[in-house]
């Protein structure tokens, strides 16, 4: 599976949006990204997730650049509940290789 | 919503016990998984199930074994407890390797402190 690299850290005003940048410069064609949040004590969330097009849901947006080696989740509207540890995640299909491989992560802090 | 439920949030053994952590999932998915998490070492796969009666090992098995008498459930069995497994544990699920695209959903986790 292929490597990210995030920002260990970011801060948000409350109420603006929230880029957050991943790149994957050695994902593969067949290979996803995913986006998970982890507040703390609790188990990550799904966020939401894509292969080559720009994907929207009611939590976010997942802008992948044409080339695939970068993408950016963008919280809209950013509260203070959104502040959690976002990871990036690559992962193949490969039908025996079905487990997550969580890195570091970004941790966001939104500020009032 | 998925709904991934493991028994506990937080629980204190003592070293040598035979301890039971228990996951269950509304979604009928094929695929369940456990993981420790730990600082600095991220989150680490510990054994994963495609169906019923089935287990694979999964990156660090040792000291740890599974049980899955039924689709919905998934129970990791720490042998003889020791206090290098005190950790989080993280069970999730997913849809089967057809549509392997589909994410993991993950429990609240199990705060494990082995005294």
């Known amino acids: 599976d292929a490597k990210t690299t995030q920002p260990p850290s970011m801060d948000c005003a409350e109420g603006r949006a929230a880029n957050l940048p991943c790149n994957h410069s050695?994902?593969?064609?067949?290979?996803?990204v995913y986006w998970y949040r982890q507040i703390h004590s609790q188990g990550p969330q799904y966020i939401i997730h894509g292969l080559k097009n720009n994907e929207t849901n009611e939590m976010a947006s997942l802008i992948i650049t044409e080339d695939r080696k970068s993408s950016t989740l963008i919280l809209p509207h950013a509260t203070l509940r959104d502040t959690a540890v976002y990871y990036c995640i690559v992962r193949s299909l490969r039908a025996n290789n079905n487990d997550m491989r969580f890195g570091a992560g970004t941790r966001l802090t939104v500020k009032p | 919503d998925v709904k991934v439920t493991q028994s506990s949030r937080y629980l204190v053994k003592r070293t040598g016990e035979k301890v039971f952590l228990e996951c269950v999932q509304d979604?009928?998915?094929?695929?369940m998984f456990w993981y420790r998490q730990d600082p600095g070492l991220g989150l680490r796969l510990i054994y994963f199930s495609y169906d019923v009666k089935m287990k694979e090992k999964g990156d660090i098995p040792e000291g740890y074994s599974v049980s899955r008498e039924k689709k919905e459930r998934f129970s990791l069995i720490l042998e003889s407890a020791s206090t290098n497994q005190t950790s989080m544990y993280l069970c999730?699920?997913?849809?089967?390797?057809?549509?392997?695209?589909?994410?993991?959903?993950f429990g609240d986790g199990t705060r494990l402190s082995i005294l």
């Open positions: 979604m009928d998915h094929e695929n």
């Open positions: 999730a699920s997913s849809p089967p390797p057809g549509r392997s695209n589909q994410p993991q959903h």
């Open positions: 050695t994902i593969s064609g067949n290979e996803y």
